[in-house]
């Protein structure tokens, strides 16, 4: 069994930043693929960014890339979701995911644990 917290979610500024931590409490944080997916008022949870067991390989939403990062620190349980140049559109719940596998996955069936999420708005 993992368990999944977000935190770091909060009100900023278009063009601000924020990084958000996912901390994982469980057994072998580092046998997880990790990702990262949002759920905006109305619509349909939507993927954001996904990285493997070790952080070696990332695939981000064509809507973040360039602007968001994923990186984790398998020693502290943790994945963070670093947020730039944040729009508007960028508001939404996030949320982490733990799959178990070296694999990431960009679809939300194939996860098999989740946080409870943090709230991200971005004011224009």
């Known amino acids: 069994q993992v368990q999944l917290i977000e935190s770091g979610g909060g009100l900023v500024q278009a063009g601000g930043s924020l990084r958000l931590s996912c901390v994982a409490s469980g057994r072998k944080f580092g046998s997880y693929a990790m990702g990262w997916f949002r759920q905006a008022p109305g619509k349909e949870r939507e993927f954001v960014g996904t990285?493997?067991?070790?952080?070696?390989?990332?695939y981000y939403a064509d809507s973040v890339k360039g602007r968001f990062t994923i990186s984790r620190d398998n020693a502290k349980n943790t994945v963070y979701l670093q947020m730039n140049s944040l729009k508007p559109e960028d508001t939404a719940v996030y949320y982490c995911?733990?799959?178990?596998?070296?694999?990431?996955?960009?679809?939300?069936?194939?996860?098999?644990?989740w946080g409870q999420g943090t709230q991200v708005t971005v004011s224009s």
């Open positions: 995911a733990a799959r178990y596998g070296s694999m990431f996955s960009l679809y939300t069936d194939q996860y098999d644990y």
């Open positions: 990285s493997t067991y070790n952080g070696d390989n990332t």
